[in-house]
């Protein structure tokens, strides 16, 4: 697999984890969006095309283990840590 393609797979993961929270959440797109303080676009954009980073990671990930999804938690901590790796 080369480089590009394993951005594209976590990139299609961390966007899976972001629809995956809100709907364990029960949230609709616009609760979430309110939860978060974030235009409802933003949520959109970041379930389907362009996956949230830096901050956003670690806002999820504690959204997630606030509330239990451990497993959902850890794609976003292993999203920002890779991150900070390409620093």
């Known amino acids: 697999m080369t480089s590009v393609e394993s951005r594209s797979t976590e ?5 899976q984890a972001v629809r995956n929270l809100r709907v ?13 303080g974030m235009a409802i ?14 901050k ?9 283990r606030k509330h239990g999804l451990k497993k959902i938690a850890l794609i976003f901590q292993g999203a920002f840590e890779e ?4 620093w």
């Open 83 to 86: 991150g900070l790796a390409c």
């Open 41 to 54: 676009s933003t949520v959109v954009r970041y379930e389907s095309t362009r996956p949230p980073r830096g």
């Open 11 to 15: 990139a299609i993961e961390i966007t």
């Open 56 to 64: 956003m990671l670690v806002q999820f990930e504690r959204l997630a």
């Open 24 to 36: 364990a959440l029960g949230d609709t797109q616009q609760s979430f969006a309110h939860r978060l």
